[in-house]
């Protein structure tokens, strides 16, 4: 097996996203090698990661090590020997994690004296009514009405039943802030988990014998759809600014950000047609549809879904991503805006898994510690200098 696709395989491990298939040729791959000792060593290096980032204290953190990797040089020195990779995935972060752990390496992020804590985002939300009246939804605070409720942390409608007396439905718009996220439940039973600097319109309830229709008005959102025939045989829309994605009852991802020149669709399960226009392609699972802004096509390609929707697991996972691209979705989750000194900066490619409930400081260690010296952070001020 090459080198890229056993690192592959090590992440998809790690994270547990790895599939059935995925599990035997990895299996298959330490048994041929006869390195069953070397696989054992991931998996402790990757306890002691976890081990680590929960908790930063130099002193803490060192016993920790310790005690959970007694052979912790044995590790290292093996680990030094994988150079196949350059900067990142699992083995690097790991190797990087120890070296300065037993090395007390300290970097400008990570100097205790006066450090900045950017905290990871968190549930909220604004929830506008039709009448135009907002309502701030956030843990700790509850919504209620006889149409919908909020726990500060999930909106729940509840269905009227049939409205085939309606002419039209009532919308509602949630949106989430820089720095946020929250999960929506449709009167018809679809899921929607929301990411940062996005907006959704949807209707209070779905009419009888009418397309369920929402749209995302920008930014990202995850959609478990009802199927429909739990809904008298209702197909189910998506409308984003450039594009119309027809559901018959499915999971996919939308991307589809201000800044972004291009609708990113991905689908993780069921099948969706995507249009622009007169042009009309099916998706089927782990492909991804791109409508570029300035273009009438619809291009498909393969695509890993579980990569694409890793978010909403609670997951940052990169492979070979820019810098540039990473700390572009560190800036929405961890409300922060980012400079870069140098061009040159932004394309150092990483791959790796971190966690979106750790704080900004913590994975802004790790990218230094594995890019050698590279790469180095400055935070002020809510500002992130990439130098």
């Known amino acids: 097996m090459d080198s890229k696709k056993l690192e592959k395989l090590i992440i998809r491990y790690l994270s547990k996203i790895i599939s059935k298939k995925e ?6 791959w330490f048994e041929e090698s006869g390195d069953s000792d070397l696989f054992r060593d991931y998996l402790k290096v990757n306890y002691a990661i976890d081990c680590i980032m929960s908790e930063f204290d130099k002193e803490k953190k060192k016993k920790i090590v310790l005690e959970k990797i007694k052979k912790d040089k044995a590790i290292a020195r093996r680990l030094k020997h994988l150079n196949y990779l350059k900067y990142a ?5 790991a190797f990087g994690i120890l070296y300065a752990v037993f090395t007390n390496n300290t970097s400008e992020i990570s100097n205790d004296q006066a450090i900045e804590i950017v905290e990871s985002g968190a549930n909220k939300a604004i929830l506008t009514l039709e009448n135009g009246n907002q309502v701030a939804l956030e843990k700790g605070k509850n919504y209620n009405t006889d149409r919908v409720s909020s726990n500060g942390e999930m909106l729940v409608y509840n269905s009227q039943g049939n409205k085939d007396v309606l002419e039209k439905s009532t919308f509602n718009y ?8 929250f999960f929506l439940k449709l009167s018809d039973g679809t899921k929607v988990w929301v990411n940062s600097n996005s907006r959704l319109k949807y209707p209070t309830d779905f009419l009888k014998g009418r397309t369920r229709q929402v749209e995302l008005v920008y930014g990202e959102a995850y959609f478990e759809v009802s199927p429909s025939s739990e809904n008298d045989g209702a197909s189910f829309e998506v409308l984003t600014r450039e594009q119309k994605i027809n559901v018959l009852g499915t999971e996919f991802n939308i ?9 990113v669709t ?6 969706v047609v995507v249009e622009k226009g007169d042009i009309k392609k099916s998706l089927r699972p782990n492909q ?4 570029n802004d300035n273009s009438d096509h619809i291009d498909i390609k393969e695509a890993d879904a ?3 929707t890793a978010w909403v697991r609670g997951l940052f996972i990169f492979e070979e991503e820019s810098l540039d691209e990473i700390l572009e979705d560190f800036s929405r989750w961890y409300d922060v805006e980012v400079f870069f000194r140098t061009q040159e900066l932004k394309e150092i490619p990483f791959t790796g898994v971190l966690e979106r409930t750790k704080s900004l400081n913590d994975l802004l260690k790790v990218i230094e510690i594995i890019s050698n010296g590279d790469v180095k952070f400055e935070l002020k001020n809510n500002v992130l200098i990439v130098k």
């Open 89 to 93: 995935a699992v083995i690097t972060i």
């Open 288 to 291: 991804q549809a791109l409508v």
């Open 266 to 271: 991905t689908l993780a399960g069921g099948m």
């Open 306 to 308: 579980s990569l694409m």
């Open 174 to 181: 949630l949106t989430i802030p820089r720095g946020g996220q």
């Open 255 to 263: 991307r589809a950000y201000k800044i972004d020149n291009e609708v």
């Open 23 to 28: 599990w035997g040729e990895l299996n298959s």
